[in-house]
């Protein structure tokens, strides 16, 4: 009789479901016997721009050393980010991409008896994190698929540790401004740590989103978690960071796995940082990706969730997991959002023009079936 490993997990691991990423390109091709160029993938926010001339030129730099162990301290990346962001060093802690951070909070601050508080609709690695080292989960209703701050500060009780806040927001792309945030932090108590999730923070324009990072030296109880691997285009690469007080950072050091980020990823992530113009034509290109799904979504009769992120969530009007059979069927790869209480909601990432125009093409001929 073969041992039940399951009951021999934690209680929170053996009540967690693995993680669902976007269906890989190739898995699609194998299971339906599509070409893979023929495939459009738009499941996982992605930069559509394809990889940065420059990062590609450091990380083939960098080849020459992949026998040595990474700089476990990333002494180079955080000279950049504290030169770019005007930041102090002592106070960037590295992670396997922005979730990473996100985990190494909850290894760092959460357990049994304590909880952390965050919206519904928010992103996954929330729950999976907190629920995995045994902690409570208090999940506050959303106010038209966005984060109810006040509703937030009210669930705040004296088991509270950590509050998990996204701005803009996945899967839904709301967001809110610099006062609602000012607002917020000022009423959070000190001795709760507060996790401003900015993923997707470079593809905002204007001021109606705040920059975290200027509000570190008023509230000492913030961190402000962001990636690279969105707009910066280095998600194969799994290279984020936090940015908080050195004295918060010192803990998040205490728990953070040795090299836990690449030779190759810091290379490139601290060419991504040097080229500017990457990141102003993919904003180009994310805006007018966007009016293309909007318009496009509009002449089919469906609404969406206006966002701030690269990615919109279509509401198709009724379950949307046989619409997204549909469209893995037409060599579309979209994400259903239900995991997140978004039955009718498909996200969509924004592509180039044409990945666009397939997806819009396949949606109207799946709904019209």
Not at 191 to 217: F, K, N, Q, T
Request: some cysteine; proline content about 6%.
């Amino acid at each position: 009789m073969s041992c039940d490993f399951l009951a021999l997990a934690q209680p929170g691991v053996q009540q967690l479901s693995p993680y669902v990423t976007g269906k890989p390109i190739s898995e699609l091709a194998r299971e339906l016997g599509i070409d893979p160029g023929e495939i459009v993938k738009l499941a996982s926010n992605e930069n559509p721009q394809g990889p940065n001339p420059r990062v590609l030129q450091a990380i083939e730099q960098a080849l020459a050393e992949l026998t040595r162990y990474p700089d476990g301290g990333g002494y180079e990346l955080k000279r950049k980010l504290s030169e770019r962001f005007d930041i102090d060093p002592a106070g960037i802690t590295l992670g396997n991409g922005s979730n990473d951070i996100i985990d190494i909070v909850a290894r760092a601050f959460l357990g049994p008896g304590s909880n952390a508080v965050y919206s519904a609709h928010a992103f996954a690695a929330y729950p999976i994190s907190t629920q995995a080292v045994g902690a409570g989960s208090k999940v506050v209703p959303a106010i038209d698929y966005g984060h109810d701050l006040d509703g937030m500060l009210a669930a705040i009780d004296a088991q509270t540790r950590v509050i998990f806040v996204a701005n803009p927001n996945n899967p839904t792309g709301t967001w809110f401004g610099p006062q609602a945030l000012e607002d917020f932090l000022a009423r959070v108590p000190e001795d709760v740590l507060v996790v401003l999730d900015e993923a997707y923070i470079e593809y905002a324009s204007g001021d109606d989103l705040p920059d975290g990072l200027g509000y570190l030296s008023r509230h000492a109880n913030l961190l402000v978690s962001r990636t690279f691997s969105k707009a910066y285009g280095l998600g194969a690469l799994r290279v984020g960071y936090g940015v908080s007080s050195p004295r918060i950072a010192d803990v998040l050091n205490r728990v953070r796995q040795p090299f836990n980020v690449n030779s190759l990823a810091q290379a490139a992530a601290c060419a991504a940082l040097d080229d500017q113009e990457y990141l102003r034509r993919g904003r180009e290109i994310n805006e007018a990706g966007k009016r293309q799904l909007e318009q496009g979504c509009a002449a089919l009769g469906l609404s969406w969730i206006v966002s701030r992120g690269n990615f919109i969530a279509v509401n198709v009007g009724r379950d949307a997991a046989p619409v997204n059979q549909g469209l893995l069927r037409e060599g579309v790869i979209v994400r259903p959002i239900a995991g997140y209480g978004m039955p009718e909601f498909l996200r969509v990432s924004i592509g180039t023009e044409r990945e666009n125009a397939r997806f819009l093409a396949a949606l109207g001929k799946v709904l019209a079936s």
